[in-house]
């Protein structure tokens, strides 16, 4: 993994890495459950000092407590190690080959832990999408922490 800038600073993400954030995505996608809507997903976040967290999303029969890829994965980061790093990249896919941006739910907690320049790939109705995140979300909810 390359060294990268620290939170805040201009950073480029180039194609190898969305790639390899795509394909960490894939096969966290093959782990889904999604025995109802049989749409699996993949997410790879990659946080400001290079680590790259994975998740997949995990249906349930009332489906109001599914819990998406992008969710999972920043639940196994923070529980792995704290929410003191910030994500630069974002990577979703699914095994359908449909368009998949991530939910307005995930784009609002994501929000709470990119940095101000992170770069957002997923699956768009014409291929592969790449998109600032301010782009996909430009009002985020705002609460200070007390």
């Given at each position: 993994m390359?060294?990268?800038p620290?939170?805040?600073?201009?950073?480029a993400?180039?194609?190898?890495t969305?790639?390899?954030?795509?394909?960490?995505?894939?096969?966290?996608?093959?782990?889904?459950?999604?025995?109802?809507?049989?749409?699996?997903?993949g997410a790879?976040?990659l946080?400001?000092?290079?680590?790259?967290?994975?998740?997949?999303?995990i249906?349930?029969m009332?489906?109001?407590?599914?819990?998406?890829?992008?969710?999972?994965?920043l639940?196994?980061?923070?529980s792995?190690?704290?929410?003191g790093?910030r994500?630069?990249?974002i990577?979703?896919?699914?095994?359908n080959?449909?368009?998949?941006?991530p939910?307005?739910?995930?784009?609002q907690?994501?929000?709470?832990?990119?940095?101000?320049?992170?770069?957002?790939?997923?699956?768009?109705d014409?291929?592969?999408?790449?998109r600032?995140?301010?782009?996909?979300?430009?009002f985020?909810?705002?609460?200070?922490?007390?």
């Open positions: 390359p060294d990268l620290p939170p805040g600073s201009s950073l993400i180039d194609a190898a969305i790639e390899r954030l795509q394909e960490a995505a894939r096969k966290a996608a093959a782990n889904a459950y999604a025995p109802y809507s049989r749409f699996r997903v790879a976040l946080f400001d000092d290079g680590f790259i967290a994975t998740g997949c999303n249906e349930n009332s489906y109001g407590l599914t819990i998406c890829a992008e969710r999972s994965a639940s196994s980061a923070i792995e190690r704290g929410a790093h994500i630069v990249a990577a979703v896919t699914n095994l080959t449909a368009a998949s941006p939910c307005g739910g995930c784009r907690v994501l929000s709470e832990f990119v940095t101000s320049n992170a770069v957002v790939s997923f699956p768009g014409n291929g592969l999408e790449l600032p995140f301010a782009e996909i979300f430009p985020t909810f705002h609460l200070e922490p007390q």
